[in-house]
């Protein structure tokens, strides 16, 4: 089950999370992080062009031998900037292909340039320097156009338990059917769900929710980062479960926390202003 966790890697680059107070992480904190997850059969990493100098420090530590999935900037920049940049994360990363790109901003489906840019990237994958061609999504009705109008190999959308509306909404069963990779990210919903003391006034409206979650998740005998690490990791469908650190010893810690459940229930938040943290007023 523990080959099923894939690292991101934003925290390299950047500034991220509501719960991370020590900010961007050292490298020399980064590759403690890499070597642990290398030891624990983790060799899948997540990062982006966007994601400030994380590729830079991939590229420093050494990222040959895992697989790595990276995102397109933007297409307002034109088609050719976009592949330039591609190109660039490649040779930041120091790597000659990618097991994996997407399309990091869904709103670039609209643009004029899309179907030719997808074209180019599609030749990018016949000369194998790209693997899987998919799509980062935030919202289910995203996931039914994709399926309606695209080939595609990968997509990356959030799930957790809170966050149940693709299986409701069949989204996560025809992902399957169609043959794509799908990867989970916000299982930790950017630390609310690991967390519920401290949390920003905004999160007030649902404390008696989380509070009955919590009770929930005590009665299974699970602490919250158990539950719901294991709830994302025991879904079938999905391929891998991504996490991201700020330190060595918060890796450890769920890699310690993987167990066999695979009868945990959701606890499902239909409110669009909690499940997405685009939404949020913190």
């Not at 992480?25 to 992080?33: L, M, Q, S, V």
């Not at 996490?243 to 606890?267: A, C, F, H, M, T």
Request: hydrophobic share 40%.
């Amino acid at each position: 089950m523990i080959d099923k966790i894939a690292l991101g890697t934003v925290q390299f680059g950047v500034d991220y999370g509501i719960n991370n107070a020590g900010g961007q992480i050292h490298i020399d904190e980064a590759r403690k992080i890499l070597n642990l997850a290398r030891e624990s059969s983790i060799d899948m990493l997540d990062t982006a062009y966007e994601y400030g100098n994380s590729e830079q420090v991939l590229g420093k530590i050494g990222v040959d031998k895992c697989q790595i999935i990276t995102k397109t900037s933007s297409l307002e920049n034109g088609i050719e900037q976009v592949i330039n940049d591609f190109y660039q994360s490649l040779e930041r990363l120091k790597i000659n292909k990618v097991a994996g790109l997407l399309v990091h901003d869904f709103h670039d489906i609209q643009h004029p340039q899309f179907n030719d840019l997808f074209k180019q990237l599609k030749d990018l994958k016949q000369q194998g320097i790209i693997q899987k061609i998919g799509f980062s999504t935030y919202a289910p009705n995203q996931v039914d156009f994709l399926l309606d109008n695209f080939d595609f190999d990968l997509v990356q959308l959030p799930f957790n338990v809170f966050d149940n509306r693709l299986v409701q909404g069949g989204q996560l069963k025809n992902l399957k059917e169609s043959g794509v990779e799908i990867h989970a990210r916000s299982i930790f919903l950017q630390g609310v769900l690991l967390n519920f003391n401290n949390l920003s006034n905004y999160f007030i409206a649902w404390k008696g929710q989380f509070m009955e979650y919590q009770t929930m998740a005590k009665e299974d005998g699970l602490s919250l980062l158990e539950y719901a690490l294991n709830f994302a990791l025991n879904t079938t469908e999905i391929d891998k479960v991504l996490v991201g650190v700020d330190n060595e010893k918060q890796l450890r810690e769920i890699i310690q926390s993987v167990k066999s459940s695979s009868d945990l229930s959701p606890y499902p938040i239909n409110e669009v202003e909690l499940l997405d943290p685009r939404e949020w007023k913190v």
